[in-house]
């Protein structure tokens, strides 16, 4: 069984920055492709950003330039380091992995098996 815990999310100016964190337990973190999503209410869940098994990363349009997804195998954690935040970015920040091992950075839902409760991002104009 796979547990992840998300943190890091909190209140923050428009232009700000927050760096979340994502502790996973229960299997070999590091053979896992990892995932970052989010969901704002009524809207739907949408792709931010994936690292794969071997570091490679992937990351929506809206991400490209502004956040970073990275990891550190020896503390099983994967982390999101947001800057330049908007309001638009506003929205409950879920990290998920993968069920298969060795495989790329992941964009899509159905890819991921396993999910974290979220952690609050929101940010004021």
């Known amino acids: 069984q796979v547990q992840l815990v998300e943190s890091g999310g909190g209140v923050v100016q428009a232009g700000g920055s927050l760096r979340l964190s994502c502790a996973a337990s229960?299997?070999?973190?590091?053979?896992?492709?990892k995932g970052w999503f989010r969901q704002a209410p009524g809207k739907e869940r949408q792709f931010v950003a994936s690292i794969g098994w071997n570091g490679g990363t992937y990351y929506a349009e809206s991400a490209k330039g502004r956040f970073t997804i990275s990891k550190d195998n020896a503390k099983n954690t994967v982390y999101l380091q947001m800057n330049s935040l908007n309001v638009e970015d506003t929205a409950v920040y879920l990290c998920?992995?993968?069920?298969?091992?060795?495989?790329?950075?992941?964009?899509?839902?159905?890819?991921?098996?396993?999910w974290g409760q979220g952690t609050q991002v929101t940010v004021s104009s």
């Open positions: 998920a992995s993968t069920v298969r091992p060795f495989g790329p950075p992941q964009s899509e839902t159905n890819d991921y098996a396993y």
């Open positions: 229960g299997r070999t973190f590091s053979n896992h492709a």
